[in-house]
């Protein structure tokens, strides 16, 4: 098998990844627009605050602007925090574990046409963009794309120049990234060589996923800083985070751009853990099937050809061809930049339409249902630590996730011929063959074939009906002529000479996006799942406070006690608390999963714009009389404090 080759270092280039980064930006728009979290009505948007963030910017924070690196937050930055950051008996803030990064052109470029800010000559498409704002690139869903596209970074020497690349590591770590993209639900290994470790773990944060049911047992030691238990603390601390001590106008406005950050961090996260998700859906990752490529060097003999390389850059090619054509020279780069012209002669040659454009995806569109599970890991496999390793056919079917689907579901280009447990081999009766055609296969031109028809199972999506189906089967591969008349002779066949075909690609693509955008809108619901309902007690009142209790202003307008020195307010609440999260019907089994509240402890936050008028006596209050006349005291500062408290 070509993917044996032993390499004990490989040198990536763009084309290394599974969806090419514009491809992951589409899916994770799609999916934010069909999540809660994308509906500005929902019940999720008002629980997390953010109905009163403003949605073209919003975590924008005070001071200083122009966003620089550094120790500490300012405009647009995000958070980049080592494990240990404020997990052990460092108190906020513990600098030496964090710190402040920047969004740059880099990320903003491969986001959906509208979000680039590239001169557009389509009037709805302008109209579009106009409606994002100023800074479509810090839109909440934008920070989603934001983490799928820098989740493919590589160490900055792979870039041709500094404007190219993202920006480097703050903690100087040289890192691929991709190189621990790939995740085998089948094997439960990465099952490539020169690989560093796994998807799975690497995506969760934890040591070892199937430990712990879901308990999510941390890795110390772990090099993504954006996992998914690193989105979750994130999220905790950008509800939560506010230094010790008394409060001063700096501290207080420090404090708020943290949050802010880390808002933006939470998101980012997500959008990490989304892209090794969506990575799933691409057969090369959960298959183990590398399909690596660089334009220059020494390491170019180690390129993998280009039948290997194609389902990622053609469909990118599909989704960024009619942008490429409105736009002109500003360009996505739809495949590979040094063969980029090599690459669309191909895929134009291989067009079955009149104008020789691709195939549209349509699939966007396509309405299958977002899946449920009751543990982050699920959404990648359902398979259980107590599989035998020799799985039978109606376990490996019956299993859920978006890694189960595409590992059994297809065949890759090296991995063919009952390679794995499934799909079976050619010649099995499950597989239906069609009509002969002449049709374009990568790296051989056209070829005479026949395309074989094979039932995909998908225990998740149970009466959803894929388009490009004949009696329920998918066009999944393709035979050659020349293969089927030496089948027909035994003394001349040596095994099912297998190919796959721009219209197997179609068909592959077609069936697996939907699914991404399903499984990634799952994930950012079942993220955001948690929720407590707060009721005052039987006397309607959470709190008192004795306002005739001695107290001054300090030099930074906040009021403190005469008798301790402490901020002056409410001392205790009273209240009732009580989970209200919705149980999780599991999707493929509809196993009911109530989501109980474990140990922990409960943190009350109280989140407020202060009234920088206050005085002790109450006179830096607004005043209506009995004529409801509104009187304002006099306050030149304003009543209302523009960041959070």
Known sequence: MRNSLLISLVLLSKSVFAFETPTHAFITKRAFDNSNLGQPNSALYFRLGFDRLTATRPFDMQLPLNCVADALPNQDSYVDALPNWLTGASVPPDMASVRFRCPNIYEKRDMPIIYTGRSINSASLVASQILLGPTPELRFESWLMRGVIREDDLAVGNYPTPEDAPDPDPYGVVIDRPRYHFYNPYTNTADVIATLGPALPWALGEADPFLGSGQQLPDPTRGNHYSYLDARRAYFLAITYKQPGISTFDKTRLDSDVRMALWATTLKSIGHVVHLLQDQASPQHSRGERHNHVCSGRFVLINEDIATRTFENYTNYRLTYGYNKVLGFERYIATNSCEEGAWNDMFRAGSDRADMSPTPITAWSANYPIPKFSVQRKFFTTRSPSDPAEVPLALLNARAGLGDYANRGFYTQNNQRGDLPSPPEIADPSFVGGDFGFFNIPDFGSVGRRTYFWPVPDPAGAGFVDAGLVNQRAPIVTRSISSEI??????????????LSLQNYDQMADMLIPRAVAYTAGMIDFFFRGKLEIDPIAQRVF???????????NADG?????????????????????NSTDPITESGTNTVVPQTVGTGKLVAV???????????????????DFNNTLTEPNCPQGMRTNYQE
């Open 486 to 499: 030496a089948f027909m002779i035994p003394p001349l066949w040596d095994g099912p000479e297998t190919l």
């Open 543 to 553: 709190a008192v406070m004795n306002q005739g209790d001695p107290h001054t202003m």
């Open 558 to 578: 906040y009021p403190i006690r005469t008798s301790n020195g402490q901020i002056f307010g409410f001392d205790k609440i009273r209240l009732r608390v009580r």
């Open 606 to 624: 109280a989140r407020y714009h202060r009234n920088p008028c206050y005085k002790p006596d109450l006179t830096g209050e607004r005043i209506v």
